[in-house]
């Protein structure tokens, strides 16, 4: 008797502690429809996006973790608006609805599961509203933290790729891929890549031999994207960012619509190199879709770490 007692306020400590471990984190995402830079040049088209920019901030949080969330609309809006979270289970109905320019909706909701995640706008048509930027990147990280097979990365990187087109194009346009002018990689083409964009000034950066965890979501509303790091490898691959879905040695891996990976990449530790980190279909490679990952000693060491997963 005295054993299961103590057996139990043992069972109750515990998953106490686990609880308590377990933050809320308060998100607040303002719909705002903008103009916006598109390219390196600074050309600009009319966006519609969470906080003013694209992709939308980037969220973090830990598996276990309450998310009380806000989404608000800005008065000046001229559309409805919504929020669709990958990361948890609702009532497509309820928490998802769209609300007018000038509201507020609130919600609350446990991430029970880690990985990388969108969020995007659902509103009608969501061809228009993700074409136009409307989507972010939600990390889970696992509530087990670093472990063999899930090894902590010494820089990590958010690259979130999206469509561009023509800012006149209808939703019964973009839906049909008509008037598409390219890729963007975190709201700009060619955002990463001073090779084919003489306007370019921002690399990704590494010092040679660091593990480089690269969180890559896909947001174009139609089309796979081809992943991969030309002169490089794919270290590791986790599928939907979660350890458990881990794959080795990879060379191209295929990230659907609306999907999200963790892949690792480790440069030679004897030699300063360089990557070009593509979407191996040239359509949109050479639309936009190449970011430049520079591996020398002279690194900056800010990038890649705290504020600068998604280098603005
Ligand atoms: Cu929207």
Not at 16 to 42: F, H, K, W, Y
Not at 193 to 199: A, E, K, L, S, T
Request: hydrophobic share 35%; net charge negative.
């Amino acid at each position: 008797m005295k054993h299961l007692l103590l057996s139990a306020l043992l069972l109750t400590t515990v998953l106490i502690s686990a609880e308590a471990m377990a933050a809320t984190v308060n998100v607040t995402l303002t719909a705002r429809e903008v103009d916006l830079p598109i390219d390196n040049a600074g050309h600009t088209q009319r966006m519609w996006t969470y906080d003013g920019t694209i992709p939308g901030p980037l969220i973090r949080v830990t598996q276990g973790d309450t998310i009380n969330f806000t989404l608000k609309s800005d008065s000046a809006n001229k559309e409805s608006h919504s929020i669709d979270f990958h990361a948890g289970r609702f009532d497509v109905m309820d928490e998802f609805a769209p609300i007018k320019p000038g509201t507020t909706r609130k919600f609350s909701y446990k991430v029970d599961y880690p990985g990388v995640w969108i969020y995007h706008c659902g509103s009608d048509s969501m061809a228009e509203h993700i074409s136009r930027g409307m989507y972010g990147a939600l990390i889970v990280d696992p509530k087990e933290g670093y472990t063999k097979d899930f090894p902590k990365p010494d820089r990590e990187y958010v690259l979130m790729q999206g469509d561009l087109f023509q800012n006149d194009a209808t939703a019964k346009e973009r839906t049909a891929g008509l008037k598409w002018e390219g890729v963007l990689i975190n709201g700009k083409k060619f955002h990463y890549d001073p090779v084919h964009d003489q306007n370019a000034e921002i690399m990704l950066e590494s010092k040679p031999g660091e593990r480089v965890r690269i969180y890559y979501l896909n947001a174009m509303i139609s089309e796979w994207s081809s992943f991969h790091p030309i002169a490089g490898i794919w270290d590791r691959v986790w599928d939907n960012g979660n350890p458990k879905n881990m794959r080795y040695g990879m060379q191209t891996v295929s990230v659907p619509p609306a999907d999200g990976i963790i892949a690792d990449i480790v440069s030679p530790s004897d030699r300063s190199t360089a990557n070009a980190i593509v979407d191996h279909d040239m359509h949109h490679a050479l639309n936009g879709g190449i970011t430049i990952l520079m591996n020398s000693n002279d690194a900056d060491p800010k990038k890649g770490h705290g504020d600068e997963l998604i280098l603005r």
